[in-house]
């Protein structure tokens, strides 16, 4: 069996279209998301400020 490397993963942010990679991702219990702002599940409803994504969580 092959062993793929994951280098970019979905934000996982459920309403974010973010790719980020896995590097560089804000990590919160094991998930990775794109920003501080989904990872902490946008408390103050502020997105992410990406290009093209309108996630406020």
């Known amino acids: 069996m092959a062993s793929v490397d994951v ?9 974010c279209v973010c790719v ?12 990775a998301f794109c920003c501080d702002e ?3 599940g946008h ?5 992410c ?3 093209g994504c309108s996630c406020h969580g």
């Open 7 to 15: 280098d970019m993963v979905k934000c996982a942010c459920p309403d």
């Open 43 to 47: 408390p103050d409803h502020a997105g």
């Open 38 to 40: 989904c990872a902490e």
């Open 20 to 31: 980020v990679s896995v590097t560089k991702a804000v990590k919160r219990d094991e998930k």
């Open 49 to 51: 400020d990406h290009a």
